[in-house]
Antibody, heavy 124, light 104 residues
């Protein structure tokens, strides 16, 4: 059974750095093909893809946020960490982490299991 | 960066009716597109991947089609639990802005 759970601060101040942790179970990020990603959703708005890390430590970032994001993994702890620098009120959102494996038909990655999300508010 | 545009923004239908949702990409994504369903207060759920493949446990009334830049999600006969927001997503990339499917 695959589960993921996000954790981190609920409130950060503008200009601070946000650090979120995704703790998962039911799979290993050392298994070939596995990935874990981060997605966010401002209140009442659409989903936004942020970053994805793969079993081999390859990483992908949203082009528009790449300069502010860092994604890392700790395989021994079954965790993936996302840091976002220079937080702004527009970054207020629910942040989700999600599991991803390549589709057998194409080898492309989609998010098949999601955490419950964690709401982060940016305010002074 | 590829932009995904979904239409309509809101679709009002009754249970039992057929729903057709559209997703258009600003450049070709081949068939590497997924559809997700999101209900209030919940995380998204994967419905369709690679444009036309249903994810595990997804009912047969959901189907996807398209390739290149134009994609469609069809719900053949709406059930009460299908009223939600639907997003398309290119593989390992951007999401569309969503279509809200509401009860008429």
């Amino acid at each position: 059974q695959i589960t993921l759970k996000e954790s981190g601060p609920t409130l950060v101040k503008p200009t601070q750095t946000l650090t979120l942790t995704c703790t998962f179970s039911g799979f290993s990020l050392s298994t070939s093909g596995v990935g874990v990603g981060w997605i966010r959703q401002p209140p009442g708005k659409a989903l936004e893809w942020l970053a994805l890390i793969y079993w081999n430590d390859d990483k992908r970032y949203s082009p528009s946020l790449k300069s502010r994001l860092t994604i890392t993994k700790d395989t021994s702890k079954n965790q993936v960490v996302l840091t976002m620098t220079n937080m702004d009120p527009v970054d207020t959102a629910t942040y989700y982490c999600a599991h991803s494996v390549p589709a057998y038909s194409s080898g492309q990655y989609y998010f098949d299991y999601w955490g419950q999300g964690t709401l982060v508010t940016v305010s002074s | 960066e590829i932009v995904l545009t979904q239409s309509p923004a809101t679709l009002s239908l009754s249970p039992g009716e057929r729903a057709t949702l559209s997703c258009r990409a600003s450049q070709s994504v081949s068939s590497y597109l997924a559809w997700y369903q999101q209900k209030p207060g919940q995380a998204p759920r994967l419905l369709i991947y690679d444009a036309s493949n249903r994810a595990t446990g997804i009912p047969a009334r959901f189907s996807g089609s398209g390739s290149g830049t134009d994609f469609t999600l069809t719900i053949s006969s709406l059930e009460p639990e299908d009223f939600a927001v639907y997003y398309c997503q290119q593989s390992e990339g951007t999401f569309g802005q969503g279509t809200r499917l509401e009860i008429k």
